[in-house]
């Protein structure tokens, strides 16, 4: 598996034994619990690599894929959507057309967001100006101000 991850140029590889858990959990940024959550919830196309003694060996092809599916999520992915996605990929080759609908569509809902959190920063930042010109004025407190009855 292949993954264009947008590593940062800080990249160190995973050790060719894998990393445990905990180490995994460390350098991905998610708790352990989260780990084992994704690994439940189906959202990693392939289990980790175990030992012979059952613990569980992360390689950089796993920390590859958490990272993509931490961004996902924090873009507002659903789990069921990632899932899907996970799906597709441990299936292997020929349903490419359908995780490019997936990723495209979702990509479409991040753009609508970004859209509406842009409005609404124009608006924060039209308050500000705003503001600074009547504190500088010296009656912003006449701005949404409650009358008081007497």
Do not use: C, F
């Amino acid at each position: 598996m292949t993954l264009d991850t947008g590593r940062s140029p800080k990249w160190v590889p995973a050790p060719e034994r894998g990393l445990a858990i905990a180490e995994a959990a460390r350098y991905s940024g998610v708790t352990v619990d989260t780990l084992r959550y994704y690994e439940r919830a189906g959202l990693m196309p392939t289990a980790p690599s175990r030992t012979g003694g059952g613990t569980r060996r992360y390689h950089d092809a796993d920390l590859d894929w958490i990272r993509v599916i931490t961004k996902l999520r924090a873009t507002g992915m659903s789990i069921g959507l990632i899932r899907r996605y996970a799906e597709l990929v441990g299936a292997g080759e020929g349903n490419e057309d359908e995780r490019l609908e997936l990723l495209e569509s979702h990509r479409a809902d991040v753009v609508a967001q970004l859209e509406t959190l842009t409005e609404n920063l124009r608006l924060i930042d039209r308050k500000i100006d705003k503001y600074r010109g009547r504190v500088v004025e010296g009656d912003a407190d006449r701005l949404w101000s409650i009358p008081r009855d007497a």
